[in-house]
């Protein structure tokens, strides 16, 4: 028996109108506010509904429609940040894990701690 697997990346096992309806009808957009407690509150949700699609998806098909929920200033950052990455002032993101921190770094001040209420 091969110790090798047989599963490759490229190969999706659901469609990918299935990863956009999940993703598309349950992550809100990222607006305008992008403010400490509206991020944290969107990525709690948002890593709730992605996790579960990570054996599905490819981690890029997931980051790609993730971030295409990024509106207004939110989606400004975002474009800009691709900018610097292209100059090489940044790394590239890859994943929904990398997002998260950058965008944790970005979004959540070092003296704001975070305690999520039941």
Not at 78 to 83: G, L, V, Y
Request: charged share 25%; with cysteine; proline share 4%.
């Amino acid at each position: 028996m091969s110790t090798y697997s047989t599963y490759s990346p490229r190969l999706h096992r659901h469609s990918s109108n299935e990863l956009h309806h999940t993703i598309h009808s349950g992550i809100p957009f990222f607006r305008e506010d992008i403010g400490p407690i509206s991020f944290r509150d969107w990525m709690w949700d948002t890593e709730k509904l992605v996790q579960p699609l990570f054996h599905k998806y490819s981690q890029s098909d997931i980051l790609r429609h993730v971030i295409s929920r990024f509106v207004g200033r939110a989606c400004e950052w975002w474009h800009q940040r691709q900018s610097r990455v292209v100059k090489g002032r940044e790394s590239c993101i890859n994943t929904f894990y990398e997002l998260k921190a950058c965008m944790w770094k970005k979004f959540i001040p070092s003296s704001f701690r975070i305690t999520r209420e039941q």
